[in-house]
């Protein structure tokens, strides 16, 4: 079964090196159950798209949202069930440093 992995990352000064980051990579990559994974931009190259009732497109930049953590990146693995999932959610460095949400992926498309 797939399940994506959303890496939130805490606002404050990471705890994890970039060394920790490879070493997760290799060993979830190297164990054959990544369908797909990136990392991505700095927050400050977001854009939102919000549309309100009347079909009117806003556009801003950067989400602006008070939350202490951002997703900063995913991986979509392919495991037998949800325990696996969430073993490999503990071993991502990210969750030292903010969450790892765990979402099976819908197949239903």
Request: hydrophobic share 40%; proline share 4%.
């Amino acid at each position: 079964m797939k399940y994506m992995l959303l890496i939130n990352s805490g606002t404050t000064e990471p705890t994890c090196t970039f060394e920790d980051w490879q070493a997760f990579d290799k060993e979830i990559t190297g164990a054959g159950v990544v369908v797909s994974s990136h990392s991505l931009k700095d927050l400050t190259t977001a854009t939102t798209v919000r549309v309100d009732a009347a079909g009117q497109r806003t556009v801003t930049d950067g989400p602006y949202a008070e939350t202490r953590e951002v997703l900063g990146g995913y991986y979509v693995i392919d495991v037998a069930d949800l325990d696996v999932a969430l073993d490999w959610a503990a071993r991502c460095p990210g969750a030292r440093d903010g969450s790892i949400v765990v979402r099976p992926v819908s197949e239903d498309f």
